[in-house]
């Protein structure tokens, strides 16, 4: 995969900051040991209070203190900036259109440090995502800032149609 260009992160679920440290920790290790270029923290407090930036601290600097890099999966728009002196990148999933307006202090950052999908997934974006649409959305999440964007049909299958997606992104 790396040969391709392919970053690996290795999944992590925090459980909203409430899985004990020590044994996420140990799964933060044992994946780097194992190769993995970063880790893909999901479940994650979104951050908008000082709750749990300590907790999250603590696991990125576990990550970067290997040389790795940190994907954190808030899942929603709205992100307390202490957010991004934790992720080197933030996943928002489906609501990217939203994280302009719910997170306006995003300006301040480049956009390959933010994240978010489009996909069919409980209809979670109101509508069908096809070739056509995966293309419109993608572009629409760039020019919002949005700098790390994919589409697909269900996360546990690549579309049929990702062939003829990257395709025409990428020309």
Same mark, same amino acid.
């Given at each position: 995969m790396r040969e391709a260009g392919t970053q690996v992160f290795g999944y992590v679920a925090t459980d909203y900051g409430r899985a004990e440290l020590a044994r996420v920790r140990d799964d933060i290790d044992e994946i780097i040991a194992a190769g993995a270029d970063g880790i893909f923290l999901d479940e994650t407090d979104s951050l908008t209070s000082k709750a749990k930036y300590g907790y999250y601290t603590?696991?990125?600097?576990? $990550?970067?203190?290997?040389?790795?890099?940190?994907? /954190?999966?808030?899942? $929603?728009?709205?992100?307390?900036?202490?957010?991004?002196? $934790?992720?080197?990148? /933030?996943? $928002?999933?489906h609501q990217w259109r939203d994280l302009p307006s719910h997170s306006a202090w995003m300006a301040k950052y480049a956009p390959e440090r933010f994240m978010g999908v489009s996909s069919n997934e409980e209809n979670a974006m109101g509508y069908r995502v096809d070739l056509d649409r995966a293309v419109r959305d993608t572009r629409e999440a760039w020019r919002l800032g949005v700098g790390w964007h994919t589409?697909?049909?269900?996360? /546990?299958?690549?579309?049929?149609w990702l062939e003829p997606y990257v395709e025409t992104l990428t020309h």
């Open positions: 603590m696991l990125a600097q576990a $990550v970067r203190q290997q040389g790795r890099q940190l994907i /954190v999966n808030a899942g $929603v728009s709205k992100c307390g900036e202490s957010i991004m002196g $934790v992720a080197d990148r /933030v996943m $928002v999933e589409a697909t049909d269900r996360y /546990v299958r690549l579309a049929d």
